[in-house]
């Protein structure tokens, strides 16, 4: 395969270490706040990194690339989400959204590994032991050094320029998108107007009508996203490894999601800067749903930012923002995915199933999907809908639906990823799920928990019978356990509340 697994890249990284300026090795040690030195050392070098070009940092490896044996005066809990991104805050300027991944070596060893991003239109500066602010970068050695000379500064000024490039193009993209899909609603609405006034006077006995969702078009615009994510695992190489061979799976074992805002007549909303408001609905996902990576992330660097597209679906065209595409990914740690946000305010993002990686990785002889993965994928989709809604005043209800596609004799398992504990034995008898959900406006940003019950329950219900009712499962309290679990492995969850959702009015 192009892509490699978390452990593929480390064997490399760690194979040549004194070749790489984008890796950095720190021995097992404390990067807590009692320790200023450490936490600058740290800070330090993810600045260097991410001056260069984004990179890796892995802790439990010597400098000579050697990996150390588990250590039990710092327990990987030391090194989780929050607790880099605690210190990061404290210590760079602008501030760096890391990924914190946790991969299980060859020698049974688990190391945290920090992949950091590119730096964005200004360079990343960090405060040493002094709290004075310094700009590094790396250099041969490898080593993270304070800039010292014009050709340093020329190199990260130029990068940084041509991000600033990209961001003009963007917002340049936006405008043009902004206006056609003005242009576009005015004559629809224009035409609409027209025709309803014409109906109204030939029927003005007839009754009311609720206004009804055009589910039509958010499937095909669903289904053109299906297809293209298809083609792109399509696109790969394939060997004859495990990995490669359930990555090949995925084009028939995947869910399709999403969502989309409606107006009190159920129309679609027009999106106004999709690009603005996709960047800051990514930013406060990383604070209720960062699992490392969430649900239509927006990422700095120019090769993967999102891009303004066009597409022509059952003969109409479509304006919109998507996201990385699948091979644009480096390492694969066991779920890819791709996403839309169409300028009609359809949000829909196509994923692969986490538990098939851990299938073939822990030799599970069966297929399954767990309990603990639908929370995850379903609470990714609600968190994003309901932190756009808080942002859109005029969207005066939602339209949810989850697509789930190779379902056919997968059991429920309890748990994270393994699939050894199970909350039933019953298999699926239906390859397919289709699930939706149309919720107003209020139900999702006061009762979202309630929200997320309804849109859950239908892929449980599956699995329910004698052994496993999925009414009396899904519980506040069960679902706070999860949480606590997760948190416990570095994730960053929040169920969301009116107190928690930004005021529309200041936004």
């Not at 992949?115 to 970068?137: L, R």
């Not at 000379?149 to 940084?160: L, M, N, V």
């Not at 025709?195 to 007839?206: D, I, Q, T, Y």
Request: with cysteine; hydrophobic share 40%.
């Amino acid at each position: 395969m192009s892509v490699l697994t978390d452990v593929e890249q480390m064997e490399a990284d760690l194979r040549h270490r004194s070749e790489r300026l984008d890796v950095e090795f720190k021995a097992w040690m404390d990067i807590s706040k009692a320790n200023k030195d450490g936490q600058a050392k740290i800070a330090r070098h993810i600045a260097a990194i991410a001056n260069t070009g984004g990179g890796r940092l892995y802790f439990g490896v010597d400098d000579d690339g050697n990996a150390q044996p588990r250590s039990d005066a710092f327990p990987l809990e030391h090194y989780k989400s929050d607790a880099i991104h605690n210190l990061l805050k404290t210590r760079l300027e602008p501030a760096v959204q890391c990924e914190v991944r946790f991969t299980e070596f060859t020698n049974g060893v688990t190391y945290p590994v920090v992949y950091i991003p590119p730096h964005g239109t200004t360079p990343i500066g960090a405060k040493d032991e002094n709290s004075f602010m310094h700009v590094y970068v790396r250099s041969v050695g490898p080593e993270s050094v304070k800039i010292s000379s014009f050709q340093q500064w020329d190199t990260i000024f130029k990068r940084c320029m041509r991000l600033r490039d990209v961001e003009a193009v963007q917002t340049r993209e936006e405008d043009e998108l902004t206006r056609t899909q003005a242009m576009t609603k005015a004559i629809t609405e224009s035409v609409t107007t027209s025709v309803l006034k014409v109906l109204a006077e030939s029927m003005s006995n007839a009754r009311d009508t609720e206004p009804s969702v055009d589910w039509a078009t958010i499937d095909a615009l669903a289904e053109d996203v299906r297809q293209e994510f298809v083609a792109q695992i399509n696109e790969f190489d394939f060997g004859t490894s495990d990995t490669d061979r359930q990555v090949q799976s995925i084009a028939g074992k995947h869910v399709v999601s999403g969502y989309a805002l409606l107006d009190a007549r159920a129309n679609f909303l027009t999106l106004e800067r999709p690009h603005k408001l996709l960047r800051e609905v990514s930013d406060e996902m990383d604070k209720v749903a960062s699992f490392g990576w969430h649900d239509f992330i927006v990422l700095t660097n120019s090769d993967v930012a999102p891009r303004t597209r066009l597409w022509s679906i059952n003969g109409e065209d479509y304006g919109g923002v998507e996201g990385m595409r699948v091979g644009e990914k480096t390492v694969y740690f066991g779920e890819y995915d791709y996403w839309r946000a169409y300028g009609n305010s359809v949000f829909i993002t196509a994923k692969s199933y986490r538990e098939d990686y851990h299938r073939i990785r822990f030799g599970i002889d069966h297929p399954f999907l767990t309990s603990v993965n639908l929370f995850i994928r379903v609470h990714n989709l609600l968190a994003h809908a309901a932190l756009t809604v808080a942002r859109v005043p005029s969207a005066e209800s939602v339209a949810l639906f989850t697509d789930h596609r190779g379902l056919k004799d997968r059991i429920l398992a309890r748990g994270m990823d393994y699939g050894l504990r199970v909350h039933t034995h019953l298999k699926s008898l239906d390859d397919k799920s289709l699930s939706r959900l149309t919720v107003n406006r209020a139900d999702l940003l006061v009762d979202y928990f309630g929200t997320l019950r309804r849109l859950c329950l239908p892929i449980l219900e599956i699995w329910g019978g004698s052994n496993f009712d999925p009414e009396e499962w899904l519980t506040r309290e069960n679902v706070d356990q999860i949480i606590a679990g997760l948190r416990k492995e570095g994730s960053i969850v929040q169920l969301l509340d009116r107190h928690s959702l930004p005021d529309p009015e200041v936004v």
